[in-house]
């Protein structure tokens, strides 16, 4: 079945750090990846996804590339803020199939 | 155009007692699925339903059972409650069964089973 394997946290950066969590997966075939961001008493939002290998998905300053041949898609932001903070949950779906979660990683933003 | 509505937010139940839960998917999205979030399990899938049929299922035991009705709305239910199914449920719906549709959730209904 689908896995996906997600940097630990929990991650602590100052605002205007660099950002990077990392997420590689395992799937059959050509699944779908996504980013969902989950903040402080809500439901999980989708935040980027991309569809096809060497896809670029971006938000709200947020990107990760589709890379097919090292089966990851890491989230990468240039400058973090406050607001940023929240558990950040890679995914890999195919269609409507059952999407298969990361255990999530806390990041934490300090002014 | 509204999100996905999840009633109630809250619910405190006691061991043995039967519990269910309503999911109002985006208009004019026919696909719902649920998960079960636990700070020690993560995110499971639990079911998904299309079009009033299951279409997959997972690793839960047969006390969880859902439904979808014609209008897409979709309910599940969890009897004989036991402590571990405190957690907080999640709905997300989806226009289609494609490959690029993602999933809309909802804010969830947090169970607390004492």
């Not at chain 1, 898609?73 to 406050?82: A, D, I, P, R, Y």
């Not at chain 2, 999100?3 to 696909?31: A, D, E, F, N």
Request: aromatic letters at 12%.
């Amino acid at each position: 079945g689908n896995s996906v394997t997600q940097m630990e946290g929990p991650v602590t950066l100052s605002e205007e750090a660099f950002l990077t969590i990392n997420c590689t997966y395992t799937a059959t075939g050509y699944p779908s990846l996504f980013w969902y961001v989950q903040y402080p008493g809500e439901g999980l939002q989708l935040l980027l996804k991309a569809t096809k290998a060497d896809d670029k998905g971006s938000n709200k300053g947020f990107e990760a590339t589709y890379r097919k041949e090292t089966t990851s898609f890491h989230l990468e932001k240039g400058s973090v803020q406050v607001s940023d903070s929240a558990v950040y949950f890679c995914a890999v779906g195919f269609g409507n199939e059952k999407l298969t979660f990361g255990t999530g990683t806390r990041l934490t933003i300090i002014p | 155009k509204a999100g996905v509505t999840q009633t109630p937010r809250y619910l405190i139940k006691t061991r043995g007692q039967q519990v269910t839960l309503s999911c109002s998917p985006i208009s004019g999205h026919r696909s719902v699925s649920w998960y079960q979030q636990t700070p020690g399990q993560g995110l499971q899938f639990l079911f998904e339903y299309f079009s009033e049929t299951q279409r997959n299922k997972g690793n839960f035991p047969g006390r969880f059972s859902g439904r979808q009705f014609s209008n897409s709305r979709s309910e599940m239910n969890v009897s004989t409650l036991e402590l571990g199914d405190s957690a907080l449920y999640l709905c997300a719906s989806s226009p289609d069964t494609s490959k690029n549709s993602p999933q809309y959730f909802g804010a969830g209904t947090r169970l607390s089973v004492l």
